[in-house]
């Protein structure tokens, strides 16, 4: 079965720093790496995603960082703002490429 | 105004009840899943299912149930055999079953069974 590590289980930067987010994953024959965004109360929603055909794909001030020989990939947070302040979670397919396995969430805080 | 929709935003029930969750979607999507998330431990898939009157197991489907009868509904029993139910509860559903196809999550629904 699938695992994925994420890590940190929290994170506090401060404001107009880089936050960055690290998930590793076992195996998968499908490459495909999401990452959501959830603010509390709330049901997540995908914040950028990355297909490594690229190593590297940037959206505004967020970007994944892919490296497939070691299995790794990272969401970097570029001038971290308040209102980045919840919780990311990173997935990888799994099971045949049916499901997504999510890593256990980093809370994270952006203070002023 | 389209969207995942899930109902109760929180519910309480007694041990050894079943309770239905709901979860609805006017998206037009063939796939739907639900998750269970609790403090610590991410995202955890119960059920997913990909096409009307078909679905399958997800990682912890002990102690739940679902059904897929039409295309926009797929609700989830929380059985009595479930030993630890109280949690907070995400239906999501995509376009497709392709894995690269975004998966959009309704509010959710926090059980508590007292």
């Known amino acids: 079965q699938q695992q994925v590590k994420q890590s940190p289980q929290s994170l506090i930067v401060q404001k107009g720093g880089i936050s960055i987010i690290n998930c590793a994953y076992e195996?998968?024959?499908?490459?495909?790496f999401p990452w959501y965004q959830q603010f509390p109360g709330k049901g997540p929603a995908l914040l950028i995603a990355?297909?490594?055909?690229?190593s590297e794909k940037k959206e505004g001030r967020f970007t994944i960082s892919f490296n497939k020989s070691a299995k790794q990939f990272s969401l970097h947070i570029m001038d971290s703002q308040p209102g980045d302040s919840a919780t990311y979670f990173c997935?990888?397919?799994?099971?045949?490429?049916?499901?997504?396995?999510f890593g256990t969430g980093t809370r994270l805080t952006i203070i002023p | 105004d389209g969207g995942i929709t899930q109902s109760p935003k929180y519910l309480f029930r007694k041990e050894g009840q079943n309770v239905t969750l709901s979860c609805e979607q006017n998206l037009n999507h063939d796939a739907m899943y639900w998750y269970r998330q609790d403090p610590g431990q991410g995202l955890r898939l119960i059920y997913y299912s990909q096409i009307v009157n078909d679905f399958q197991k997800g990682d912890i489907a002990e102690g739940y149930s679902v059904s897929r009868e039409k295309k926009e509904s797929f609700p989830l029993t929380v059985t009595s055999a479930q030993k630890n139910p109280t949690a907070f509860y995400l239906c999501a559903s995509s376009p497709s079953r392709d894995l690269s196809d975004t998966q959009y999550f309704g509010p959710g629904t926090r059980l508590t069974v007292l």
């Open positions: 195996n998968t024959a499908f490459d495909y």
């Open positions: 997935a990888a397919p799994a099971g045949g490429n049916e499901k997504l396995t």
């Open positions: 990355i297909r490594p055909d690229v």
